[in-house]
């Protein structure tokens, strides 16, 4: 049987059979603006109100924005403990130690980072300690790798990583407007276990959809499904 932790996202856990299988990896994908950190950041909140510890790492924004932003959304954030919030820079060669630090210093049952694509497409190696060059070539056939399978092997191993925590996680993926597939590294998407992908449809009759492409261990309903934010947080309109 499979163990599911639930997003408490109202109207989303039907969709998935109850919940996000747990362990497992999730991308969260979408153009800027479609709401990626919001739905991860009301779901890391609904977790830890559950009683299940929830750590948001944000490459973009610090703790306070994100408090204010959970307010807007109804949340009583002073009422919930469990939930961690940490903004870290992702050129910080320590980066991948933090994330881990931080995971196993709060327990953390889910894991967000947002954003992936800041770790994944970001200048520097991350964690010089695991990521060596030498290292990334011991793991794999020897023959000489190009800087596209280097990046390559380096997105595995950060997900392997973010895999090992054993937590539940979920990365936002930012993708630009027109391009084809759910991440900008395109390797994410066959390395998760589920996508989730936010729309935003703009214009005067403005509304939102997502839709659950893939998902293993999961016979997720296929449809196009509308959802709002507002005062009552993220909610999807599933018709049944
Ligand atoms: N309090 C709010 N009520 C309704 N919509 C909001 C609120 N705060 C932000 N939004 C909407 O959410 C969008 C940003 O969501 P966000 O999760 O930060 O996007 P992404 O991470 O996908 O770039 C904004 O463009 C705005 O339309
Ligand atoms: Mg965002």
């Not at 002073?78 to 931080?102: C, F, H, S």
């Not at 889910?110 to 770790?119: E, F, G």
């Not at 520097?124 to 800087?147: C, E, H, R, W």
């Amino acid at each position: 049987m499979v163990l599911r932790i639930s997003t408490g996202i109202k109207g989303f856990d039907k969709l998935i059979e109850g919940g996000l299988p747990k362990g497992s990896l999730t991308l969260v994908s979408g153009n800027p603006g479609t709401c990626k950190s919001i739905f991860c950041l009301q779901t890391a909140y609904n977790v830890a109100s559950s009683g299940v510890p929830a750590l948001f790492v944000s490459f973009e924004q610090d703790e306070e924005n994100l408090s204010e932003q959970l307010n807007q959304l109804g949340a009583k954030i002073g009422k919930v403990k469990g939930l961690k919030i940490i903004r870290l820079e992702p050129e910080d060669p320590q980066v991948m130690t933090k994330i881990l630090n931080a995971a196993k210093d709060v327990k953390a049952g889910l894991v967000v980072v947002d954003s992936i694509a800041s770790l994944t497409s970001g200048p520097s190696k991350p964690d010089g300690q695991n990521y060596t060059t030498a290292q990334i070539l011991d793991s794999v056939i020897p023959v000489p790798l190009d800087a596209e399978s280097l990046n390559r092997m380096k997105v595995k191993l950060i997900l392997d990583t973010i895999r090992q925590t054993g937590a539940t996680a979920l990365l936002t993926s930012e993708i630009i407007r027109g391009q084809e597939g759910y991440s900008r590294d395109t390797l994410s998407e066959f390395l998760c276990d589920t996508i989730v992908v936010l729309h935003s449809v703009e214009g005067e009759d403005a509304y939102r959809t997502l839709n659950i492409p893939k998902m293993r261990l999961t016979k997720q309903k296929m449809g196009i499904y509308s959802f709002e934010v507002g005062k009552k947080g993220f909610i999807v309109k599933s018709s049944e």
